[in-house]
């Protein structure tokens, strides 16, 4: 179990290598995503994720023993940036390994739905006009309903 | 007791500042909130719809009748954007 978060860029392919590499012989299926920064228009210039240093590296090491529990992994993986970012850039990655993929799939999001609703990051979106802070979605918050 | 208060994202920018320590006789968050609220505008604004605030108490979420006991810190934000 991995939790970083980091302004930094991260090699998502190097970290889904390693990921599985260090996987081998527990598991037998590893999944992987990676969210990036959408340009939903046209219009964005950049963002601005924002989070709480200290309850961040909590609530996400909390989301990835609950996701422990729930299923038999064989190891995670969680990596989030913060700071300023522009449009294409990766924000964030899970990754998660299991003996068979049913649990693999169903651990990795379940750890996307929490750590988007509970876990301390906020997004500002940049435009050559002005910037706001992006809402949290209804769709976001009852998608934790199903676990 | 003295509390450090933290603010992200649009109550910070509302309250002006990220944190400052805050002494107090409030026994629960909503009591912090009205203590805050009374003191100047700016914390009228930003705490004027608490459907759209969250609350952690010493880093775990939590809710606004939540007692603040000994707690340490406290931190108010929008509901929150990971991922």
């Known amino acids: ?147 | 007791m003295t509390l450090t208060v933290l603010y992200f994202a649009w109550v910070r920018e509302r309250i002006g500042v990220p944190r400052e320590n805050v002494t107090t006789t409030a026994e629960t968050v909503r009591d912090l909130i009205a203590e805050l609220s009374a003191r100047e505008e700016r914390y009228a604004l930003a705490f004027s719809d608490l459907a759209s605030l969250r609350v952690a108490i010493d880093q775990e979420l939590s809710d606004f009748d939540a007692p603040l006991g000994s707690a340490r810190e406290v931190a108010f934000f929008p509901p929150m954007t990971g991922g």
């Open chain 1, 1 to 147: 179990m991995t939790v970083r978060v980091q302004a930094e860029p991260f090699d998502y392919g190097a970290e889904c290598d390693g990921f599985a590499q260090r996987a081998q012989g527990a598991a037998g299926a590893v999944v992987t995503f990676c969210g990036i920064v959408r340009d939903n228009d046209g219009t964005l210039t950049g963002m601005d994720i924002e989070h709480y240093p200290g309850m961040t590296e909590r609530a996400l090491t909390a989301i990835e023993a609950e996701a422990q529990t729930r299923w038999a992994l064989a190891d995670s993986l969680i990596i989030h940036r913060h700071g300023p970012l522009r449009p294409g850039e990766m924000i964030m990655m899970v990754a998660t390994a299991a003996r068979h993929r049913a649990d693999a799939f169903a651990a990795a999001e379940f750890l996307m739905d929490y750590l988007k609703s509970r876990a301390p990051f906020w997004k500002k979106e940049f435009t050559a006009k002005d910037s706001d802070w992006v809402a949290a979605r209804a769709e976001d918050e009852d998608a934790l309903r199903r676990w």
